[in-house]
């Protein structure tokens, strides 16, 4: 080894060093925490952010954080529909959800979605589970009821999305007994009602709702968006409950971003101490949210 290798190894080793003993406090702080993450179906889509991913869940687990996964499969479900040439209605850009269709639907996300973010986890070290809220009865789901107003005569009439639906309750006793195990839970978002009835449920919302029954030091919410951004499309790095429901009023928080942040405000009320919506495509963005200072996303507390 020539004098100028062994130089630069020895700055690289003094780097490493260095971004272990800035990150100790966070270690301190968040081991023996729930911390929910929410990963959705588009940040699969890239293998490199899936790998590193995989590795940074397995790190969590590692330094004695309680993980647990809830993911999505958007994009999965529409190409296992469009393969199978199941047509999708949609009623006011929301998926109309019937018996054929919530089949793939339990298909995807139970199956090969589950079991692939599993598996991203157990091969970077750490032993994960796939299940899905059917599971020991762990999401008690509700037919989801929409109304829209006519424009004309101003009266409500109710939507039927089918076999759409929302947590009504969460039985988070299976999923003490995984972590407790020293495992992770990685959870499809597809519950079932009081008759046995499969309902496929919103991930967003799942998570939030998970994170609610586990009262989660935190939960991050994984999305294709640095955070939410005000009117000049800078990021916003704090928000109460408070100012969600203000940004809303005054339009900065608008479209797709709404239902994300209310699932957060619904998290918070739930009991969880902090919700964050940050870009997973950013390599390591749970790690660097939770172990430096300020994080990189929009964090809501109460």
Do not use: W
């Not at 009439?157 to 195990?181: C, N, Q, S, W």
């Not at 005054?250 to 942040?261: A, E, L, Q, R, S």
């Amino acid at each position: 080894m020539t004098e100028a290798s062994h130089a630069t190894d020895v700055a690289a080793a003094a780097e490493r060093a260095h971004v272990l003993a800035q990150a100790l406090p966070f270690l301190r702080r968040y081991a023996g925490a729930t911390i929910v993450v929410k990963y959705g179906g588009h940040a699969m889509g890239e293998e490199h952010l899936a790998q590193e991913f995989g590795r940074d869940i397995a790190l969590l687990k590692q330094v004695g954080v309680n993980i647990v996964v809830v993911h999505g499969g958007g994009p999965q479900i529409n190409a296992m529909l469009k393969r199978l040439n199941v047509q999708s209605t949609f009623i006011d850009g929301l998926r109309v959800t019937d018996k054929t269709t919530v089949d793939v639907v339990e298909m995807v996300l139970a199956g090969s979605v589950n079991k692939y973010v599993s598996n991203l986890i157990t091969q970077a070290g750490a032993l994960a589970v796939g299940i899905c809220g059917k599971d020991g009865g762990m999401i008690r789901a509700r037919k989801v009821t929409k109304t829209k107003k006519d424009p004309d005569s101003h009266i409500e009439k109710v939507l039927d999305l089918g076999f759409v639906g929302e947590p009504e309750h969460v039985d988070v006793r299976i999923i003490h007994a995984l972590t407790g195990g020293g495992l992770v839970p990685v959870i499809a978002p597809v519950g079932v009602d009081a008759n046995g009835q499969t309902y496929n449920i919103n991930a967003d919302t799942v998570a939030a709702a998970i994170a609610g029954a586990l009262h989660a030091t935190r939960l991050l919410m994984l999305t294709d968006v640095p955070g939410v951004l005000d009117m000049d499309k800078k990021l916003i790095p704090e928000l109460t409950v408070a100012d969600v429901e203000a940004r809303i009023a005054d339009g900065t928080i608008t479209g797709g971003m709404i239902p994300k942040v209310e699932n957060c405000v619904e998290a918070v009320k739930l009991g969880v101490k902090g919700a964050v919506i940050l870009d997973g495509r950013v390599p390591h963005a749970c790690l660097l949210e939770l172990f430096t200072e300020g994080g990189t996303g929009t964090i809501i507390r109460r």
